[in-house]
C-alpha cells in the first residue's frame, strides 16, 4: 500500500490535548465526537484523536506523573485505562469506541509515544510473534527528555520489528485509522529518530489498514523532508503551539522554509489549533482554563496561513462549548474548499509587517492572503501584471472572511487590514 494514498488531503479533525491534557476520558471523546459529526463533519471534519497517557490510570491534567504504572498485556502492548474508558474493559481496547466514533462517519484516532514501556522493560514480558523479549529489543539509553514511560527501541536487534508489528495489529483489530507518534520527529533537544519512523511505517504495512501517521513534536529537520516524505503523512515543523502572538507570527517563518514540500500525501503540520475553550485539564502553554488568548483577527491570521499553506488542522477546544463565532471558523465553506484544494502554496512578498502569500485554485483562480504582523492598521495594493497574472483571466474577486465580491482590476487593493490581521482573496476565474 503506498502510505501517500492514506492522506490525499491535508487531514481535519480534533484532538484532545489542548483542552484535556492527558487526562481524557472516554465520554469527553464521545461528547465531542457527536459534536463533530453534527456540526462539522459536512465541512470535512472528521478525525477523533485520543491523545497522550491513555493508559495512565490516576492522570489528572497534562502534567506527566512520572514513574507511574500504566495498563499493560502480556505481549508489552500498552491498553486503555478502564477507569478513564469503561468501555475497554475485558480486553476490548479502543475497539467499542472506536465502532461507536465510526458508526457516526468519523475516524478513529490515537497518540503513542514511540519505543517500549519501561516497565515491560524492567518486567521483560514477552513479545507477540517473537521469541525476543522486551529487554531483548530496547535501547535504554534512548529516553524522552519530557515523559518516562517508554524507552527507544533499537531497530537493529531481532524482534523489533515484530514488536512494532505486534502495536499495529492490535491497532488495526481496534479499527484505528491516524496515528499520532510522539517524540520521534525531532525537537529542539535532539534529531529525528529516523529507524523507528521506519519500524513503524513497516508496521502499517503489515497490518494492512490504512492509517494516517502523524509524527511530533517538532521543529521536524527540514534535511529529513525527503525521509518524512518516504514514511509518513504528517510532520510537525514547531514544537507545541499555543495561544501567543509571537507563536503565530514565527509560524510565518516556518511555513516559509517549508513552501513546496506539501502534497501528494504529505503534509507538513503547523500543529492544532488552540481555538475555543482550552486549557481545561491542561497547563501548559502558559494558561489554564480558558477562552483562547488569541484575538479575532490572531485566529483569522491562524486560520488563514494554516489552510492557504494547507496545514493539516486539528481543533484543539471542547467542541462543545464553541460559540458562534468559532464555530464560524471552522465552516467557511470557501476557505475550506481552498485548504483542500488549491496547490503551489508560496510566500509571494514580505516586507516590514506586511506579508502576503498566494496559491494556485485547480480551476484555474488564484488565492492571495495579505497579512499584517504589525501594530497599527494597514493597507496593501497588489500589482497583478507585475507577477504575470491578467486581469481578464479572472471573473471577480471573492473576499473569503467576508464574503464580499469585489470588481476584478490589474490593481488589487486591500484598504484595511487589522493589526494581527488578515484579509483573504479569490481570484475567480472566468
Known amino acids: 500500500m503506498d502510505h501517500r494514498l492514506f492522506a490525499p488531503t491535508p487531514p481535519m479533525g480534533w484532538n484532545s490535548w489542548d483542552c484535556y491534557g492527558a487526562a481524557v476520558t472516554e465520554a469527553e471523546i464521545?461528547?465531542?465526537?457527536?459534536?463533530?459529526?453534527?456540526?462539522?463533519?459536512?465541512?470535512?471534519?472528521?478525525?477523533?484523536?485520543?491523545?497522550?497517557?491513555?493508559?495512565?490510570?490516576?492522570?489528572?491534567?497534562?502534567?506527566?506523573?512520572?514513574?507511574?504504572?500504566?495498563?499493560?498485556d502480556e505481549h508489552s502492548r500498552l491498553m486503555p485505562a478502564v477507569n478513564r474508558f469503561p468501555s475497554a474493559a475485558n480486553g476490548a481496547g479502543f475497539k467499542p469506541l472506536a465502532d461507536y466514533v465510526h458508526s457516526l462517519g468519523l475516524k478513529f484516532g490515537i497518540h503513542i509515544m514511540r519505543g517500549i514501556p519501561r516497565q515491560a522493560v524492567h518486567q521483560n514480558t514477552a513479545i507477540l510473534g517473537s521469541s525476543q523479549r522486551a529487554r531483548d529489543i530496547a535501547s535504554t539509553n534512548s529516553i524522552c527528555p519530557w515523559n518516562t514511560d517508554m524507552y527507544g527501541v533499537d531497530a537493529r536487534k531481532e524482534g523489533a520489528q515484530q514488536y512494532y508489528n505486534s502495536l499495529f495489529e492490535l491497532y488495526a483489530s481496534w479499527g484505528v485509522d491516524f496515528i499520532k507518534v510522539d517524540d520521534i520527529a525531532a525537537s529542539r533537544l535532539y534529531d529525528a529518530h529516523l529507524p523507528e519512523i521506519e519500524l513503524i511505517q513497516n508496521a502499517i504495512q503489515h497490518c494492512k489498514r490504512?492509517?494516517?501517521?502523524?509524527?511530533?513534536?517538532?521543529?521536524?529537520?527540514l534535511e529529513h523532508a525527503g525521509f518524512f516524505t518516504t514514511h509518513a503523512n504528517m510532520w510537525r515543523m514547531t514544537d507545541d503551539f499555543w495561544d501567543h502572538w509571537h507563536l503565530l507570527l514565527d509560524m510565518f517563518d516556518r511555513c516559509e522554509k517549508w513552501q513546496g514540500k506539501s502534497g501528494n500525501g504529505c503534509w507538513p503540520d503547523c500543529d492544532m489549533l488552540p481555538l475555543g475553550h482550552i486549557g481545561i485539564r491542561s497547563v501548559d502553554g502558559g494558561g489554564a482554563d480558558r477562552w483562547t488568548r488569541f484575538t479575532k483577527d490572531e485566529?483569522?491570521?491562524?486560520?488563514?496561513?494554516w489552510c492557504i499553506f494547507r496545514s493539516p488542522l486539528f481543533f484543539g477546544g471542547e467542541l462543545r462549548d464553541n460559540d458562534e463565532w468559532t464555530l464560524s471558523l471552522l465552516t467557511n465553506q470557501a476557505l475550506i474548499y481552498m485548504h483542500q484544494t488549491s496547490s503551489n502554496a508560496r510566500l509571494l512578498r514580505r516586507k516590514?509587517?506586511?506579508?502576503?502569500?498566494?496559491?494556485?485554485?485547480?480551476?484555474?483562480?488564484?488565492?492571495v492572503a495579505f497579512f499584517n504582523v504589525g501594530e497599527a492598521e494597514a493597507s496593501a495594493t497588489l500589482k497583478l501584471s507585475e507577477y504575470g497574472w491578467s486581469e481578464e483571466a479572472f471573473n471577480n474577486v471573492l473576499n473569503i472572511w467576508s464574503g464580499e465580491t469585489l470588481a476584478v482590476s490589474d490593481e488589487l487593493s486591500v484598504p484595511s487590514i487589522a493589526p494581527h490581521g488578515a484579509v483573504l482573496l479569490k481570484l475567480q476565474a472566468r
Open 30 to 72: 464521545r461528547g465531542n465526537a457527536d459534536y463533530m459529526a453534527q456540526h462539522l463533519l459536512p465541512y470535512g471534519w472528521d478525525t477523533v484523536v485520543v491523545d497522550i497517557q491513555w493508559s495512565e490510570p490516576g492522570a489528572v491534567s497534562s502534567h506527566y506523573r512520572p514513574f507511574v504504572p500504566l495498563e499493560m
Open 210 to 221: 490504512p492509517m494516517v501517521l502523524s509524527l511530533s513534536p517538532g521543529p521536524a529537520p
Open 299 to 305: 485566529q483569522v491570521t491562524m486560520m488563514t496561513l
Open 352 to 367: 516590514g509587517h506586511e506579508i502576503i502569500w498566494t496559491a494556485d485554485g485547480h480551476d484555474g483562480s488564484r488565492y
